[in-house]
């Protein structure tokens, strides 16, 4: 029941040679990365090693007691200390401080330099450990101390367990304030009939909060019971056959349906309080009782209940015994509610503590079961009748009462909760059964409508015949007459009989294609069946449907629970892709909806193969379409929605490829895109919650590890920003930042409050939204993160109690997809609602739900330029294949081709027109974590191949919005403060801008889809207009204030900020635009008394006024050809040869001013007042084929500026080019 814990044996042989060994192990204690105590466990990590040739011999025999018990060693503190076999790590040494027996004890400070009562070390690891023992002759074996425990809940530990090879340790973990001796033990049953055994106990504490004192252990007694003649070992009792077994505990597969607390008597205080929240659940006789409810919905309907058993895990307890039983509650509680006086709000107990007989509770215990000395073990309680009394009267499942029997010593157990920081420690009901035999009873009515009906999966009705293993006879009963040309392995199933699951017909070969036909109108299903021996993809085909006639098709698993079905409206073909799934029984039913025809049958073909490689050949070819007419005006709408509407095109279609899978299989882990790379973190395997990280590279299609986050994180999200990676999630609250600069991880300040479950992310304008469900609450919090200023901030709950959905970023709102909300039946969703990050405010339902329900998706959707797209999650318990994508601009879903593998649990991430789907869990019996990593590549763009980036306030204050060309697609890619002059990097990659959302106005930079906010200054003064050289090196920008401004240099990462242009100090340097071989700039000035261009070189000279105009001059922008100056002067735009000559101007209706160059050098872009409306324009550089882009009323639209991505064409007028260098901008 504890945790494996990996020891790295490469420092094996350096530690223990010598008498430096212990400075060795302190030494590297400090490099072991911090573990967060959690859901899903610890994952391994490294500290030095105990087997080497040069640890201790095997102890000497004791003395074997009265009970046939044998001493093998034994600790006390008193004398020599470490004594032989013993050893010895941190600061562990005698103490007299606290003494449990004798004159003295371990502490776990005691060579730390503290006196009594100090409060111990952070990053502290210290072991005490003996072995190894052998336990070959052993019939039984445990060891025990007596513990005093003083620590920060959660975060420092004691430690205590055994190995098998002194490398990996399975560990008990205890945490927390119980300031007083009890006695603890570890039973050894696991480590029986082996040569080589070591135990441990270990104390460990992270770096930050102290308790006073920490840890003192005293008396550590191994022992053994040795039979005359070796024993013989029998297995764990395995499943009878056809015999299922299902596992309720709070968290376990996303169950949640467990309601406890407990109930005290102990004083007036206590009578009225409820502990529905508390981590215990506490049995004292006669003085408090625990109060527990399991949901059977796991359970089909009918099942055969052989064998069930409650297991609850001891946190605390007492070297007495005392008898604890089980009795049946009779009344209704709430576990939020119930007191020792009340069941429930305004609702009395008969009498106090539920202990009225015949109204409270059952008078004979349903089971009764001693308990003592043993914490940290599991205590089993046969509760098998309760459980089948509660299947035959689901309405009389109230739940059960812990009772201390009466005359038991006054002692109290305390047992974990449901709401224990440690999942695997939750109450748990197994259930063992046998699956009903039913006969299937329609829900869907035989009446045609135009819209299915909803429900229209078969109920089971019990029958008592057994399911058989039937060989159908070659020859059929009927021969009908086929519409399609019957294949040579076609065969008809024998009728009547198939119509219920005991006639099932079957075996179906894989691949066979069968014949049936509906006799009559009694003639509602046909059954099959088909046996598989390994895991396997699942494809079934109903075809060749009666013209007239509706059937629909069912998956069901060998338990008879549905996998998945197929149910189109009317004539249509029905088909079934799941998997992989485990191997067993499957039955498929064909299900007769409307009309039916006896001479004409229908076509079933069941393929089951392995999860195929899927072939990178396009699914779908876009069929050309029309350019989009631009309609010359538009009515603003209140709402916001994306504001250009082209005339719809082919959804966006791609090619599924798998690519190299992760090193290690990982459920709901976290993933992001950064630098070209995936990064992919945490999760949960069969190890238990993950600390690790690996990057994929798509371009070797190769996995590289990297450096474990400081602790696991068994659900997380993950969101970049400023070129750092940030994780959140369960089971702790803590916020980690990853720089992948150097590797290493840092704890940033901690969520406010701690994730019970998954967590879903996003970011938006450099911030982090999360947002997750919080023990005991029933609504969905979010909250945001600032990484610049490592503040959290709280935001507007969202309405309801949402679980297991995900966060897509789409024109500046936050949209959540998906989940399960509770208090609906199925819990999941096709429910989209949206969050405005500007007004703080969510709408229910904003835009029209996905095509399928899912839940379990990753906690971050993947976005490509504004669409938001869906793959695979759960519906139910069915893994799902699909994908859909939903286009804001037509406000509509589409469907996708479907992924290779069915799955949920899996983390998305996109790079330029790829994603990357990536781990997660194809469902089934037991965990089948995966590794698959399955890549999505659009095969058409979704974004524009030179876009243009612009501001607007349409929305409210400036923020800025990228668009196609023509117009079409307007974007908003930030949120929040007012974000100004939006320029390209040279590469077209970045974007680069001015903000003021921290208070001063500084530069930064960000994809194109407003992600990954870089910080390049940190000046006190105003930093703005940042423009990027053409060759990658250098960004211009301007410092100062009215007055005082001046054009600057700096690094394309925001190193080396140095000044370019100097000045008496009342002058202005501004509007900066580079020449194409990146050596001069050219810039506004009111150096002559007015607003001027000048020109000036990188290094500093030849600074030369280019104009002397009448009015101002202002807003240059250099041609791609580096022939041409275009500026805004008195609202015209005008040209001029690069020296100042030969001036020119474009005149047009409005006022125009901030002109910018198409990457071609055909057309200019540029702002334009007319009438009470900013908007962009372009037009060719002769002054014709205007057109109104934006066309937005009553707003001002600015600042537009065009991307030249990568590949695009330039002519070379200063002779070489320099190089293009596409670089990092971060910090």
């Known amino acids: 029941m504890g945790r494996m814990m990996q020891i790295g044996k490469e420092s094996v042989v350096v530690c223990f040679r010598v008498a430096v060994a212990l400075c060795c192990i302190v030494a590297l204690a400090f490099l072991v990365p911090h573990r967060s105590e959690g859901q899903g466990g610890d994952p391994p990590f490294r500290i030095v090693a105990l087997n080497t040739p040069d640890a201790p011999g095997r102890s000497p025999s004791g003395e074997v007691d009265a009970s046939g018990w044998q001493t093998i060693a034994y600790e006390d503190f008193e004398g020599t200390f470490p004594k032989a076999g013993w050893w010895r ?89 119980q300031p007083y001796w009890q006695t603890r033990s570890y039973d050894l049953e696991g480590y029986l009939g082996l040569s080589q055994v070591w135990i441990a106990i270990a104390w460990e504490t992270d770096f930050s909060v102290t ?31 056809g015999e299922f077994e299902v596992v309720l505990q709070y968290g376990l597969n996303d169950y949640t349906d467990t309601r406890d607390t407990y109930i005290g008597g102990y004083s007036e205080s206590e009578k009225n309080t409820n502990y529905a929240t508390e981590w215990g659940l506490k049995v004292r006789p006669d003085v408090r009782s625990g109060l527990l409810k399991f949901g059977l919905g796991r359970v089909p309907a009918g099942a055969q209940v052989t064998l069930a058993h409650l297991d609850l895990y001891s946190l605390s307890g007492n070297i007495n015994a005392m008898d604890i039983e089980i009795y049946k509650v009779l009344r209704s509680w709430v576990s939020s509610q119930a007191t020792w006086y009340l069941a429930r709000t305004g609702e009395s107990w008969g009498q106090p503590g539920c202990s009225l007989v015949g109204t409270d509770r059952s008078g004979t215990p349903s089971y009764t079961r001693r308990v003592q000395g043993d914490v940290q073990y599991w205590y089993s309680w046969d509760v098998t009748q309760l459980v089948r009394d509660w299947l035959a009267n689901p309405a009389g499942n109230q739940g059960l009462l812990l009772k201390g029997k009466t005359g038991s010593p006054n002692v109290e157990f305390t047992f974990a909760s449901a709401d224990h920081a440690t999942r695997e420690w939750h109450p748990r009901l197994v259930i063992r059964y046998l699956p009903p035999t039913p006969t299937p009873t329609r829900t869907r009515t035989p009446t045609r409508t135009p819209t299915p009906t909803p429900t229209r999966t078969p109920t089971p009705t019990p029958t008592p015949t057994p399911t058989p293993t039937r060989t159908p006879t070659p020859t059929p009963t009927r021969t009908p007459t086929p519409t399609a040309t019957p294949t040579p392995t076609a065969w008809v199933c024998p009728e009547p009989g198939n119509n219920v699951w005991t006639g099932a017909c079957g075996p179906l070969a894989s691949g066979v294609t069968y014949y049936g036909t509906m006799e009559s109108e009694a003639d509602d299903w046909d059954f099959y069946y088909f046996d598989m021996a390994a895991a396997h993809v699942i494809d079934a085909r109903l075809e060749n449907i009666p013209v007239g006639c509706d059937y629909d098709l069912y998956l069901y698993d060998g338990a ?144 590289t590890t990297k450096a474990s986050m400081p602790g696991p994180k068994s659900a997380p999200g993950a969101a970049v920003t400023n070129g750092r990676i940030y994780v959140v999630g369960p089971p702790d609250n803590r916020l980690y930042e990853y720089n992948p600069a150097t590797n290493t991880w840092a704890t940033k300040a901690s969520l406010p409050a701690t994730p019970a479950g998954s967590v879903a992310v996003a970011s938006i304008s450099g911030r982090i939204f999360v947002t997750f469900n919080v023990s005991g609450e029933s609504r969905w919090r979010l909250y945001v993160y600032d990484p610049f200023e490592d503040k959290w901030e709280r935001r507007s709950d969202h309405p309801d109690e949402r679980s297991i959905a995900s966060l897509g970023v789409s024109n500046g709102m936050i949209y959540a997809v998906g989940g399960g909300l509770a208090g609906q039946t199925p819990q999941e969703t096709t429910r989209i609602d949206r969050y405005d990050p500007s007004s703080n405010q969510w709408t229910v339902n904003a835009v029209p739900p996905m095509a399928t329900r899912r839940t379990h998706l990753g906690a971050t959707l993947p976005t490509i330029y504004g669409k938001l797209f869906v793959f695979g999650g759960r519906d139910g318990s069915t893994a799902l294949a699909d994908a859909e994508v939903y286009d804001p601009w037509a406000n509509a879903w589409s469907a996708l081709p479907p992924m290779p593998t069915a799955r949920y649990g899996a983390a998305y991430a996109a790079l330029g027109y790829k994603i990357y789907v990536i781990g997660g869990n194809w469902g089934g ?114 410092r100062g204030s009215p007055g005082n401004e001046h054009v600057w240099l700096m690094n394309s990462d925001g190193t080396n900020p140095r000044p370019l242009t100097t000045g008496p100090g009342t002058e202005d340097d501004t509007s900066i635009a580079w020449s194409p071989d990146s050596r001069q700039i050219v810039f506004r000035s009111t150096r002559s008394g007015n607003w001027q261009l000048w020109r000036v070189n990188v290094d500093g000279t030849g600074l030369t006024q280019l104009t002397n105009l009448p009015g101002e001059a202002h807003d240059p922008a250099w041609s791609p050809d580096g022939s041409t100056i275009a500026f805004a002067s008195q609202g015209e735009i005008m040209l001029m040869n690069p020296d100042g000559s030969n001036i020119r101007t474009l005149s047009g209706p409005g006022w125009e001013f901030r002109p910018a160059w198409s990457p071609d050098g055909t057309r200019l872009v540029y702002a334009s007042w007319r009438g009470s409306a900013g908007d962009i324009f372009s037009k060719k550089t002769d002054n014709t084929d205007e057109r109104n882009l934006t066309n937005t009323p009553d707003t001002a639209d600015l600042d537009p500026a065009w991307a030249r991505m990568a590949g695009a064409p330039r002519t070379r007028p200063f002779g070489i080019w320099l190089p293009v260098v596409s670089r990092d901008i971060a910090r």
Not at 930 to 938: H, I, R, S
Not at 1015 to 1026: F, I, N, Q, V
Request: aromatic share 10%; with cysteine.
């Open 560 to 703: 008879l629970r549905l996998v998945k079905d197929s149910a189109s409206s009317g004539n249509a073909n029905e088909r079934i892709t799941v998997g992989p799934v485990g191997a067993g029984r499957y039955y498929v039913a064909v299900a007769r909806i409307d009309g039916y025809n006896a001479s004409h049958a229908y076509t079933l073909r069941v393929d089951y193969a392995e999860p195929p490689t899927p072939t990178p050949t396009p699914t779908h070819t876009p069929t050309q379409t029309a350019t989009p007419t631009r309609t010359p005006t538009r009515t603003a709408t209140a709402t916001r929605t994306p504001t250009r509407t082209p005339t719809p095109t082919c959804t966006p279609i791609g090619v599924w490829t798998n690519k190299a899978p992760m090193s290690i299989p990982r459920d709901r882990p976290a993933a992001v895109a950064l630098d070209g790379k995936i990064y992919v973190m945490g999760g949960t395997n069969s190890s238990g919650a993950l600390a690790s990280m690996e990057v994929y590279d798509p371009a070797a299609n190769t996995w």
């Open 89 to 177: 790590s941190g600061h562990w040494g005698k103490s007299s401080c606290r003494v449990y027996a004798g004159s003295s004890s371990g502490w776990c400070e005691s060579t730390g330099g503290l006196s009594c009562g100090a409060n111990y070390h952070n990053s502290e690891e210290g072991w005490i450990v003996y072995g190894p023992f052998s336990l070959a002759d052993a019939v039984a074996a445990d060891f025990s101390f007596a513990s005093w425990l003083n620590s920060e809940a959660r975060y420092d530990y004691l430690k205590f367990g055994a190995s098998s090879d002194g490398i990996n340790f399975r560990f008990h973990y205890v945490s927390g304030e």
């Open 925 to 1038: 019996a037991g965990g089948h974590w995966l590794t698959t990593n399955e890549e999505f590549a659009l095969s058409e763009p979704a974004q524009p191949e030179n876009p243009i980036a612009f501001v607007s306030d349409k929305d409210g204050g400036f923020e800025i919005y990228t668009m196609n060309p023509d117009g079409s697609h307007q974007l908003r890619i930030t949120d929040g403060c007012w974000n100004w002059h939006p320029t390209w990097t040279s590469d077209g990659k970045r974007i680069l801008f001015s903000t003021d959302c921290r208070g001063n106005r500084d530069i930064y930079s960000m994809n194109p889809d407003g992600s990954d906010w870089r910080r390049l200054t940190t000046a006190s003064e105003s930093d703005h207009r940042p423009f990027m050289s053409p060759d990658g090196g250098t960004i211009a920008f301007v």
């Open 211 to 241: 308790y006073p004192e920490g840890l003192y252990i005293d008396n550590i007694l191994i022992r053994k019971q040795v039979a005359d003649t070796p024993p013989t070992y029998t297995p764990t009792p395995t499943l009878a056959p």
